[in-house]
């Protein structure tokens, strides 16, 4: 009998390892591949919806971003929803011990606290606007539009070589005194605001 020391898994390879996870959480989350066919939304939305999921579960809010200890995680999408059924899933989901809450807002007047905020493509002009109607709010904005976290945005959604990549603004992050995982840091790539 060999005396074996346990092998350390390399950052890489425990980035691998999470890669892996959250696609197969996507395909939990969706019950398998969707069917554009059946009105149901595209893949593509099916590996956001479970990065939005996993962002609730790696992202650290501070406590007085709730109203108590059971409050919800409420997950806001701004403008056209491009998540279809995708988003559906969550439904009875909990994060952290909090159930996980989806809204939409078609405009600024509806849009509401909340703690994760998804800047569909079709508000991307209105930004700006955007991050100066939730400034000083404890939120994690996510959008999937080229220059999203460059121009103020927390985290961004990239395609790249047919897989979802996350760029993250740190200085963002750190504005709404949010706390992101290492987890998650280890498979993004850290990006300046307003460097191109």
């Not at 595209?42 to 609730?56: C, D, G, I, Q, S």
């Not at 992202?59 to 988003?87: C, K, N, R, T």
């Not at 945005?153 to 979802?164: A, C, D, F, K, S």
């Amino acid at each position: 009998m060999t005396n074996r020391k346990p092998t350390r898994v390399s950052a890489r390879g425990r980035a691998v390892i999470i890669a892996v996870w959250i696609v197969l959480v996507a395909m939990l989350i969706s019950g398998g591949a969707p069917s554009i066919a059946r009105g149901e939304s595209a893949p593509e939305y099916t590996v956001k919806a479970a990065f939005l999921y996993n962002f609730a579960k790696f992202v650290e809010w501070p406590a007085d971003a709730f109203a108590g200890p059971a409050s919800p995680i409420v997950l806001f999408v701004y403008g056209a929803d491009p998540f279809g059924d995708a988003l559906k899933s969550l439904k009875g989901k909990t994060a952290n011990g909090r159930p996980v809450v989806v809204r939409y807002a078609a405009n600024l007047g509806e849009l509401e606290r909340c703690h994760l905020l998804f800047v569909s493509a079709s508000s991307m002009a209105l930004l700006p606007k955007i991050l100066q109607a939730t400034k000083g709010w404890n939120v994690l904005t996510v959008g999937d539009v080229d220059g999203f976290a460059r121009d103020g945005g927390t985290i961004n959604l990239v395609n790249e070589e047919q897989r979802v990549v996350m760029e993250i603004n740190m200085e963002a992050a750190q504005r709404s005194r949010l706390k992101i995982s290492s987890k998650l840091l280890a498979l993004a790539k850290i990006v300046t605001p307003g460097r191109r």
